[in-house]
């Protein structure tokens, strides 16, 4: 099950709840377009996430969040989604 996915120019880096790591050559944009909305949130132009996979969300200083997935992974996400993550987040 995907943890997470990272965008690195046109590859994507998947990483399970197991963190085991996949690479393959395709855009976030179209892969975002594909993937249920109510399960994957982007963080970033570079970084989506799997809702349930949250295990912590830490304000920061200017309305940003701190992400860290159950996997030990984490994230910043950015001033331009900030919003759109704590309207999708507390909604859940």
């Known amino acids: 099950e995907i943890a997470s996915v990272v965008a690195d120019g046109e590859l994507l880096h998947f990483t399970t709840q197991n963190n085991k ?3 393959i050559n395709y855009r976030l944009k179209d892969l975002e377009a594909r993937l249920k909305p ?8 570079s970084a989506l996430v799997r809702f349930n996979l949250i295990q912590k969300v830490i304000p920061q ?5 701190e992400v860290f997935l159950k996997n030990g992974q984490h994230f910043n996400v950015s001033r331009s989604r ?3 993550f704590r309207e999708s ?3 859940f």
């Open 61 to 65: 200083t200017g309305g940003n969040f």
């Open 82 to 84: 900030s919003r759109i």
């Open 21 to 23: 790591k996949f690479v």
């Open 89 to 91: 987040f507390l909604k």
């Open 38 to 45: 109510e399960l994957f949130i982007r963080l970033s132009r």
